[in-house]
C-alpha cells in the first residue's frame, strides 16, 4: 500500500471507518484489528471499484463486510462477545472511546443490536438516504425506514433505562 | 437524557478529537500471530490424538489376538508423537524478527524444515505402519485352522511359515511401493489435514510481500 494511497483513498475516510469499527468491538486492540484490516481491504479491493458509486460508499460497504466477517470469525473461534450491559468493568472503562460522554453512552447501547441492525442505524446517523442504505447493505430500500424507527425506539429505550 | 439520538450522534462528533486514525505501520502483526498460533494449535491436536492412538492400540489389537502388533504400533506412533513433540517445541527458538514480516518468514522456513524432516520419518516409519497392518490383519484372519484347510485346497502353493509364498510376494511388492511413495503420502496426509492454513502462511507472506513494494 503506497502511502499515497493511504493518504488519499483512506486518512480522509478514517472517521467512516472508526465510527463503523467502534460500533462492532469492545476493545482498544480489537478496534485497532478492526481499523488496520478494513484499510487492508480497501487497499486489497482498490481495483475492483468501478466509479459506480462514491468512494465513500465503497468504504463504508468494505468497512461494514470486514466487521460483520471478523465479528463472526471471533463468534466461531469462541472468542466471548458480550451484550455491552454485561460488560466487565475493564472493558467497559476501555470502552469510553470518545470524550462525550452521551456518545459513549449512545456506542454502549448500539453494540447491543443486532449486526445489521448496528449497520443500518450507522449509516442512518451518518444522514445516508434510505437507497444509499439499502445499496451499501445490499437490501431493498422499501423497509429501511420502519426498520430504523424499530431501532431508534430501542436504542432510546436502552438509553432511557441507562439514564434513569 | 434530553438529546435525540440524532443529536448525541452530531454534537458528540462536532468536536471529538479521537476520530484520529491509529497507525497502521505494523499492520499484519496481529494477524501473524493468529496465523502462527492455529498452526501451533494444529501441531498440538495432532500430537494429543496420535498419543491417544497410542492408547487405544494395543487394547484394540488385544482383542485382535495380535497383542504385539498393537504394541508395536503403540510404540511407533509414542515415537512419532515424542518426535513431533521437539519439533513442534523448537518453533519457540523462532527469530521474532524486527517485523511481523521477519517472523513469518522465520516461521515459513521453519515450517518447510519441519516437513521435510517429516517426510524421512515417514519414508521408514510408513512402511513399518503398513507391515504391522499386514500382520495384524493376517494374525486375524488366521485365528483358526485357515492354513491346514489351505494345504488341503491348494496342496501345489507354495508356503513359507504358515504363510502362502505369493502372499509374502505381495506384502513385499506392497512395502516397497509404500517406501517409495511414502513421501508422496506424507505430503498427501500433511496437505489434507494443514493445507488451508499453509496455504494462508503464504499467502500473507505475499501480501506482505506486495504490501512492503508499495511503502
Known amino acids: ?164 | 437524557m434530553k438529546n435525540s439520538i440524532e443529536e448525541i450522534w452530531k454534537e458528540g462528533f462536532l468536536n471529538e478529537k479521537s476520530l484520529v486514525a491509529p497507525k497502521i505501520n505494523d499492520l499484519y502483526n496481529q494477524k501473524s500471530k493468529h496465523v502462527v498460533d492455529k498452526v501451533k494449535r494444529m501441531f498440538r491436536v495432532n500430537l494429543i490424538i496420535i498419543s491417544i492412538l497410542a492408547i487405544i492400540f494395543p487394547i484394540m489389537h488385544y482383542f485382535l489376538d495380535a497383542i504385539w502388533q498393537g504394541v508395536a504400533a503403540s510404540v511407533l506412533l509414542l515415537l512419532t508423537a515424542w518426535y513431533g513433540n521437539r519439533l513442534t517445541r523448537s518453533i519457540n527458538k523462532l527469530d521474532q524478527g524486527a517485523t511481523s514480516f521477519d517472523y513469518l518468514q522465520s516461521f515459513d522456513r521453519w515450517l518447510k524444515d519441519v516437513l521435510s524432516r517429516g517426510e524421512k520419518v515417514a519414508r521408514f516409519s510408513y512402511p513399518l505402519y503398513f507391515l504391522i497392518a499386514i500382520s495384524t490383519m493376517w494374525s486375524a484372519w488366521n485365528k483358526g485352522p485357515i492354513t491346514s484347510k489351505m494345504y488341503l485346497k491348494y496342496p501345489d502353493v507354495t508356503f513359507v511359515g504358515s504363510v502362502p509364498l505369493f502372499a509374502w510376494i505381495i506384502a513385499g511388492v506392497a512395502t516397497l511401493l509404500m517406501l517409495y511413495f511414502s513421501d508422496r503420502i506424507y505430503r498427501w496426509d500433511v496437505r489434507l489435514m494443514y493445507g488451508r492454513v499453509f496455504d494462508k502462511v503464504e499467502e500473507t507472506i505475499a501480501e506482505m510481500e506486495k504490501l512492503k513494494q508499495g511503502l
Do not use: H
Open chain 1, 1 to 164: 500500500m503506497s502511502k499515497d494511497f493511504y493518504q488519499i483513498s483512506i486518512l480522509p475516510f478514517a472517521a467512516i471507518i472508526i465510527k463503523i469499527c467502534r460500533a462492532y468491538t469492545n476493545s482498544q486492540e480489537d478496534f485497532e484489528d478492526y481499523y488496520q484490516e478494513v484499510c487492508l481491504q480497501i487497499w486489497r479491493s482498490k481495483d475492483n471499484f468501478r466509479e459506480q458509486c462514491q468512494w465513500s460508499t465503497w468504504v463504508y460497504r468494505i468497512s461494514l463486510n470486514v466487521c460483520l466477517t471478523l465479528l463472526k470469525k471471533s463468534k466461531r473461534n469462541g472468542q466471548t462477545y458480550f451484550a455491552s450491559d454485561v460488560l466487565p468493568d475493564v472493558i467497559l472503562i476501555e470502552n469510553r472511546a470518545f470524550e462525550d460522554e452521551s456518545l459513549n453512552q449512545l456506542y454502549v447501547a448500539i453494540r447491543q443490536l443486532s449486526e445489521v441492525d448496528r449497520a443500518l442505524i450507522l449509516l442512518y446517523l451518518e444522514e445516508k438516504s434510505y437507497q444509499e442504505i439499502a445499496d451499501i447493505l445490499g437490501t431493498s430500500a422499501n423497509n429501511i425506514g420502519v426498520r430504523v424507527n424499530r431501532i431508534k425506539e430501542r436504542l432510546k429505550k436502552i438509553l432511557y433505562e441507562k439514564f434513569n
